[in-house]
Nanobody, 119 residues
Framework: QVQLVESGGGLVQAGESLRLSCATS????????MGWYRQAPGKQRELVAS???????NYADSVKGRFSISRDNAGNTVYLQMNLLKPEDTAVYYC?????????????WGQGTQVTVSS
């Protein structure tokens, strides 16, 4: 089991920045991909950014150049630095842990944190 707790959401104006944090605890998995997803009202949940246990990162086209995903050295906390925020970034942001357990990949989710960007 993996527990994920997000923090750092809030209300900001367009052009401002926010940093989201995701603290992980529980079982340790050597192979995992940590990611941030978001879901806006009436829309499907989408991948925003991810980082693998090897350090490879991946970003949605809509956030490239504005958002940056990182993790601490122990790999227990994952961050999403969001710069130049736009109203269309408004959504609930979820932390995800995609872990390899034996031969199966399992997903764990945080409770979500609201990000609202006003114009």
């Amino acid at each position: 089991q993996v527990q994920l707790v997000e923090s750092g959401g809030g209300l900001v104006q367009a052009g401002e920045s926010l940093r989201l944090s995701c603290a992980t605890s529980g079982s340790i998995f050597s192979r995992k991909i940590m990611g941030w997803y978001r879901q806006a009202p009436g829309k499907q949940r989408e991948l925003v950014a991810s980082v693998s246990s090897g350090g490879s990162t991946n970003y949605a086209d809509s956030v490239k150049g504005r958002f940056s995903i990182s993790r601490d050295n122990a790999g227990n906390t994952v961050y999403l630095q969001m710069n130049l925020l736009k109203p269309e970034d408004t959504a609930v942001y979820y932390c995800n842990a995609h872990v390899l357990s034996g031969v199966m990949w399992i997903d764990y989710w945080g409770q979500g944190t609201q990000v609202t960007v006003s114009s």
